[in-house]
């Protein structure tokens, strides 16, 4: 059985349409038991891939959103520093040391994603999304915590995990992820869709379209990106424009050109790209594509 085309027909199957290279990087990180880096520009569909995985095989997504300053706290656990307070003045005048262990007691900790992860029963898939975003520290810490999956905590003992969580990271590029993380995972350089595949998105996820509609817009989308624009527009964009032409009764871009103009709000999303994208330029393009 072909493993590559099997995930990928399941995957369209729940409206994530993957080409060849992602279908094979999805088929490893299952046979290898290793993280999965996604790289690319915003909206490409990299934290897509995590939910779509989740839904195919059921499991749970746990989903760490990094960002400036996470720490370990953030992400593995904090004891409930209120609710221990509490529970210190209730007991007041009891022995000390009991009241310590009873404080330090698996219903004060709060979990957090990657604590989670590991103590899950049935193995999730942990994403770990927008890395770039976090400190190069935190990145040292992540890779510890994605080598052994485990994790120490001094009051209760050592966690280990029992299935190995499917891992997806991503990363935007804004900065340069440490060669460590690199060779932990296996790599994706995910870019924006060739007119097929986002023709084929806008099939899986727009109801209501029809085949040539869609190719125009994918065609459209593709001459678009190759503006000088100062936001390129991601999947999202072209599937809220799709939903917009298909609610407005639009069934082909030459009909109404004056309607792709104005919906080109959905699309771009500064007031450098909207002037970039006049009506002279819009209707030039139209003529391109349909
Ligand atoms: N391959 C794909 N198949 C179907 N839909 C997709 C695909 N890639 C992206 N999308 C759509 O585009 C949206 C944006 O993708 P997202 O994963 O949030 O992008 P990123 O994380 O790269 O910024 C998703 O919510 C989804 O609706
Ligand atoms: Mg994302």
Redesign the pocket.
Known sequence: MDRKQDIADR??AI????DGE?AMALVLMDMLKRPLL?E??????????A??LATLNGSPLIRLQCHEGLDRNDTLYEWNYQRQLLAIKAREGQDADAVEAQVFSESYLLERPLLKAIRQPVAPVLLI??IDRADEEFEAFLLEVLSDFQVSIPELGTVTATTIPRVVL?S?DTRELSDALRRRCLYHA?DF?DVD?EA??LL??QPGIDTTLALQIARLMQEIRRQELTKVP???E??DWAAALVGLGISRLEEDRKAVYETLACVLKTREDRARMSPEVTDRLIGKVA
């Open positions: 995957l369209a409206g994530y349409i993957a992602l996604v690319g520009p915003a909206g490409v569909g990299k934290t897509e891939i939910k779509a999304d927008e991503t935007n995910l869709p595949r084929r998105i899986a996820r991601g999947i999202a072209t599937l």
